[in-house]
C-alpha cells in the first residue's frame, strides 16, 4: 500500500469554533471552521469532502490554499510553522446519503417531516465542516449551529446547549475528542430524561411519531447500563449527559457519538406492550454496546482505524457483560453463543478473510473493516477469551489503569494488553497476538492413537485453504485435568487413554463452555463416547457440538450426511440455544433440495417430526408467564412448522390472522411474522397483499414493519414479487436503511430469485449512488452470496462482480463471495445424493 501522510503530522488542533448555517429549504450547509492548534510544517493540510471553499484565513490574514480531492483535503500554506488559528469560510449540499449532516424523512399524521441529524464515523465529518478528521487529532469544540428554525423545534448536541443569541444555539465546549464523535440533530422531537445514581443525566430522544411510552424500555436499559459501566471500569462517565437518539433513516445499526448517541428506530423505540423478548434482548444489547463505547472508544480512542477492533471488540464483548449484569435472568450470553461464535466460526474459515488487526490507509478500505463477523464478532470471542484467562477482578484493575493512563487521549492494542498484563501478571499480549495479527483459527483434533490421547492443532477451512502453518496460543478449556490451560505447539499427548476416561469418569471434551474460537474434530471413539452421553451435556455443550460437527461438514472433513440421523436426538430439547442451532443446521439442509422435487418433500417431512411434539407443547399463542426458553424456542418450532406445510398450523395461522384482521399490529409480536407470512405464502390475493404493503408504508412501529418485509416476499405471485421490486427505489415506501432485508427476501424466494438478482445487476448505479457511501453497501454482495448454490449462478456472479475487484473496498468481499459460493457448490455436487438419501432414511 502507498505510503500516505496523516494529516495530524502536518498540523495538530487544539480547539475548534465550527459556526454551521443549515437551510433544509435550499438544501445548503454554509458555515466558518475556525481551528487553533500547532502547525508542524509551513504547508499543511486539513479535511474536506464536496465543499466549496470561499477563503482560508491564517490569524487574520488570506493564505493560498489548494484542494486536492484525492486525498480529501485543502492544502494551505501558512508560510510559518507553529501555533496557528485558521479560519476556513465553506458551503456544502446537504444530501440524503446518510453520511455526514443528512435528513430523515417520517410521516406524522399524513404530514411530511425531517430531523436532522449527523453521523461522521469512519471519515465523515469532513462532509460537515473541514477538520484533521483523524482519530488522533483530539481536540476540544465549541458548536454553533443556525437553521431555518420554526417553532416547536430541539436541537441536541454532545455537549448542553448554553445561550440562543439571534436564533444561534451555542454548545458548551466539549472536552478533548476525536471528530468522527460529534454529533448534534434537530426537528421536533420528544423526549423522556432521567439521571443516574452519580448524576449523569439520561434521556431518550425520538419523532413524535412514536408513543410516548415507546421511549420508556430504551430509558431504563441506558440508565442502568451507564451506572454498570461507571463501577465496573470504576471511572466515572465524563459527561454531563447521555441522550439516545432514534433517527429514521440510518445506515448502521446506532453510532457512539459521544453524549449523543444515535440510533436506527428498531435498535431504541419499542412498544413495551407488544414487542418479542428477542428484540428486547438486541435493543438492550445494542444500547450497552453504544454506552460501554463512551469510556471504550470515546474517552479512549484507537490511534489510527488499524485498531478499530480495539473499540469494537471490545464494546462487543461489554453489551453482554453489562446486560448479564443488569438482567441475569435473560443469560444474555446464550445469545452470543447463537449469534457471535458461529459468525465469526462461519467467515473466518474462509482463506483471505482478513485479521482481526488490520494495516488501512484508504477511506473507502476503511469502511471495509467493519467487518461485523470478523472485527465485531471474533474479536469479542478473543476478548472473552482473555477475559477467562485473566478473570474479572484483573480485567477490571486493567482497565482502570487503561482509563487513567490514556483518558483523552489515544492508544493501541498493545497499550491494552501492558494495562491487562500488568494487572494480571500474564503475558497477554503474547497469547493474544497470535489470534489478533493471524487470520483464521485451529480444528483442534482429539484422537486416540496407540492407546494414546493426542491432541493436534491445525488451520480450519471451508473451502480452498492454503496452509501457510499457522499455529495460535489456544486456550484449551479441557475437562481433563492432564490438558494443559493452553496449547502453543502444534501437538501435545496427553496419556494413556483409557486410563485417563477411567480416572476422569466422563467422555473427553475440550473448549468447555464454548469460550475459546476453535472448533473441536473428535476421532470416533471419542465422538461415540459423547454422543452416547448426551444427556449428561448442558445446552451449550450440545449447541457446540452440532456446530462443530456442521462446520466439519462444511469444511469436507466429515459427510454432511453423517449429522442428519443426530438430528431428531436434539429436537425433543427445551433449550433455546440447542433448538437455534438444530434448525440452524436442519435449514442447510435446505440448500441440497431442488424445489418441488421429491427430495424436497422428504425434507419438509424431517422438518415436521423435529418440530410437532414442540408445536403441542407451546401453541400458536405466547402464554402469560411461561419461562425464557419457551417464549424463544416457539419461533423456531412454528417457523418449521410452515416449512413442513404442517396443515394444522397452517390453519392455526390462518385462524389468527382472520381474526385480527383489523390490527394485525396488535398480533402477539413474537409469532406475527409466521402468521404473515403463512398468510401471504398460502392464502392472500392481491387485496392482501396490498393491504399489508400499504400498512408497511404507514407504520411507524419498527418490529412490525420489520415482521411484514420478511413476510411479503415470500409470496409465490410473480406480479406480486415484481410489484414488490418495483417499490425497492421509492424511499416513500422502502428507506435505502431498510432495502438490504427487502432484497435479500426476494432473492431468498425460489421464485424471485431471478427478478431480484437481475434487479441488483441492471440497477448496481443507483445502488451505488445511493447506499454506496456507507460501510454496509459490501453487504449487498454478502446477501446475494448466502442465497447463491448452482454452478450457473456462480458463473453469473463472477461475470458481474469480477470486473469490479478493483472497486475500492470491494475487493476482499468479492473474493471471498466468489470462494463462499464456489465452495458451497462443490459441497452440494459432491454430498447431494448422500445427503437427500440420509434424509429420506430419517423420515422412513
Ligand atoms: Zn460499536
Not at 527 to 547: K, V
Not at 821 to 839: G, H, P, Q, S, W
Request: aromatic letters at 10%.
Amino acid at each position: 500500500m502507498a505510503e500516505s501522510t496523516h494529516f495530524y503530522e502536518l498540523f495538530q488542533p487544539t480547539h475548534y469554533n465550527v459556526y454551521l448555517d443549515i437551510n433544509r429549504a435550499t438544501k445548503v450547509i454554509a458555515g466558518t471552521s475556525t481551528i487553533t492548534g500547532d502547525a508542524k510544517q509551513t504547508s499543511i493540510a486539513i479535511h474536506q469532502k464536496f465543499m466549496t471553499i470561499s477563503a482560508v484565513k491564517a490569524d487574520g490574514k488570506d493564505v493560498p490554499f489548494t484542494f486536492d480531492d484525492q486525498s480529501e483535503g485543502i492544502h494551505i500554506d501558512l508560510g510559518k510553522t507553529g501555533e496557528t488559528t485558521v479560519a476556513i469560510d465553506f458551503t456544502a449540499p446537504l444530501t440524503d446519503s446518510m453520511m455526514g449532516i443528512y435528513p430523515s424523512y417520517y410521516e406524522l399524521n399524513g404530514e411530511k417531516k425531517e430531523l436532522i441529524g449527523t453521523q461522521f464515523e469512519t471519515t465523515a465529518a469532513r462532509q460537515a465542516f473541514p477538520c484533521v478528521d483523524e482519530p488522533e487529532a483530539k481536540a476540544t469544540f465549541d458548536l454553533a449551529i443556525k437553521f431555518d428554525e420554526h417553532e416547536g423545534e430541539t436541537v441536541i448536541s454532545n455537549m448542553p446547549e448554553v445561550k440562543v443569541i439571534n436564533g444561534v444555539h451555542y454548545f458548551d465546549t466539549t472536552v478533548r475528542m476525536s471528530s468522527y464523535l460529534i454529533a448534534f440533530a434537530f426537528g421536533e422531537m420528544q423526549s423522556k430524561l432521567t439521571t443516574t445514581k452519580s448524576g449523569v443525566k439520561v434521556g431518550v430522544f425520538s419523532t413524535k411519531a412514536h408513543q410516548p411510552k415507546e421511549l420508556d424500555f430504551a430509558l431504563d436499559i441506558a440508565k442502568r447500563s451507564i451506572e454498570f459501566y461507571e463501577d465496573f471500569y470504576q471511572t466515572p462517565y465524563p459527561l454531563p449527559h447521555s441522550w439516545q437518539l432514534a433517527l429514521p433513516d440510518f445506515s448502521a445499526g446506532a453510532m457512539e457519538n459521544w453524549g449523543l448517541v444515535t440510533y436506527r428506530e428498531a435498535y431504541l423505540v419499542l412498544d413495551p406492550d407488544n414487542t418479542s423478548f428477542e428484540t428486547k434482548q438486541r435493543v438492550a444489547t445494542v444500547i450497552a454496546h453504544e454506552l460501554a463505547h463512551q469510556w471504550f472508544g470515546d474517552l479512549v480512542t484507537m490511534k489510527w482505524w488499524d485498531d478499530l477492533w480495539l473499540n469494537e471488540s471490545f464494546a462487543n464483548m461489554m453489551e453482554y457483560v453489562a446486560i448479564d449484569a443488569i438482567e441475569p435472568d435473560w443469560h444474555i450470553w446464550e445469545v452470543f453463543q447463537t449469534s457471535e461464535a458461529p459468525m465469526a466460526l462461519q467467515r473466518d474459515a474462509t482463506d483471505g478473510v482478513q485479521s482481526v488487526h488490520v494495516q488501512v490507509e484508504d477511506p473507502a478500505e476503511i469502511d471495509a473493516l467493519f467487518d461485523g463477523a470478523i472485527v465485531y464478532a471474533k474479536g469479542a470471542r478473543m476478548l472473552v477469551m482473555v477475559r477467562a484467562l485473566i478473570g474479572d477482578d484483573a480485567l477490571r484493575a486493567g482497565l482502570k489503569n487503561y482509563f487513567a493512563t490514556h483518558h483523552y487521549g489515544n492508544a493501541t492494542g498493545a497499550d491494552l494488553w501492558a494495562a491487562l498484563g500488568a494487572a494480571s501478571g500474564m503475558d497477554v499480549g503474547a497469547i493474544m497476538n497470535s489470534w489478533l495479527e493471524q487470520p483464521g483459527y485451529p480444528v483442534v483434533s482429539a484422537a486416540v492413537g496407540d492407546g494414546k490421547l493426542t491432541i493436534t492443532q491445525q488451520q480450519f477451512f471451508v473451502g480452498e485453504g492454503k496452509d501457510a502453518g499457522r499455529q495460535w496460543q489456544v486456550p484449551l478449556n479441557g475437562n481433563y485435568d492432564a490438558v494443559p490451560e493452553i496449547l502453543a505447539d502444534k501437538s501435545v499427548t496427553l496419556g494413556d487413554y483409557a486410563e485417563l476416561r477411567q480416572t476422569n469418569g466422563q467422555p473427553f471434551r475440550l473448549n468447555v463452555g464454548n469460550n475459546s474460537h476453535f472448533i473441536v474434530k473428535y476421532d470416533d471413539t471419542l465422538l461415540q463416547d459423547i454422543l452416547a452421553n448426551l444427556d449428561g451435556l448442558d445446552a451449550i455443550a450440545q449447541l457446540q457440538l452440532l456446530q462443530d460437527l456442521r462446520l466439519l461438514a462444511e469444511g469436507r472433513q466429515i459427510s454432511y450426511a453423517a449429522i442428519v440421523p443426530l438430528l431428531s436426538r436434539f429436537g425433543v430439547s427445551h433449550s433455546t440455544v440447542v433448538n437455534d442451532v438444530l434448525y440452524g443446521v436442519a435449514g442447510n439442509l435446505r440448500k441440497f433440495v431442488t424445489p418441488d422435487s421429491a427430495e424436497e418433500k422428504a425434507l419438509r417431512t424431517l422438518f415436521d417430526r423435529l418440530s410437532a411434539k414442540q408445536v403441542d407443547r407451546l401453541g400458536w399463542t405466547p402464554k402469560a408467564d411461561e419461562s425464557n426458553d419457551d417464549q424463544l424456542t416457539r419461533p423456531f418450532v412454528l417457523n418449521a412448522a410452515l416449512y413442513a406445510k404442517n396443515p394444522e398450523s397452517i390453519a392455526a395461522a390462518h385462524k389468527l390472522f382472520v381474526a385480527n384482521q383489523d390490527n394485525l399490529a396488535g398480533l402477539p409480536a413474537s409469532v406475527r411474522v409466521f402468521i404473515l407470512a403463512n398468510e401471504v405464502e398460502n392464502f392472500s390475493d392481491a387485496t392482501i397483499f396490498d393491504q399489508l404493503l400499504n400498512d408497511y408504508r404507514k407504520s411507524s412501529d419498527a418490529s412490525y414493519k420489520a415482521d411484514l418485509a420478511a413476510a411479503l416476499p415470500t409470496t409465490g405471485d410473480a406480479a406480486l414479487l415484481a410489484k414488490l421490486i418495483g417499490v425497492f427505489e421509492d424511499a416513500d415506501t422502502v428507506k435505502p436503511q431498510d432495502l438490504r432485508a427487502w432484497y435479500r427476501g426476494v432473492l431468498n424466494n425460489s421464485k424471485g430469485e431471478q427478478a431480484a438478482w437481475d434487479w441488483i445487476r441492471n440497477d448496481w448505479q443507483w445502488l451505488e449512488d445511493t447506499v454506496g457511501g456507507d460501510m454496509e453497501f459490501t453487504t449487498y454482495i454478502t446477501v446475494t452470496t448466502g442465497v447463491f448454490h448452482t454452478p450457473e449462478r456462480l458463473a453469473e456472479f463472477k461475470a458481474f462482480f469480477e470486473p469490479k475487484l478493483n472497486t475500492p473496498g470491494l475487493t476482499r468481499e468479492i473474493t471471498m463471495d466468489t470462494k463462499v459460493i464456489e465452495t458451497r457448490v462443490a459441497l452440494i455436487e459432491d454430498e447431494k445424493t448422500a445427503v437427500n438419501e440420509a434424509v429420506a432414511q430419517a423420515v422412513k
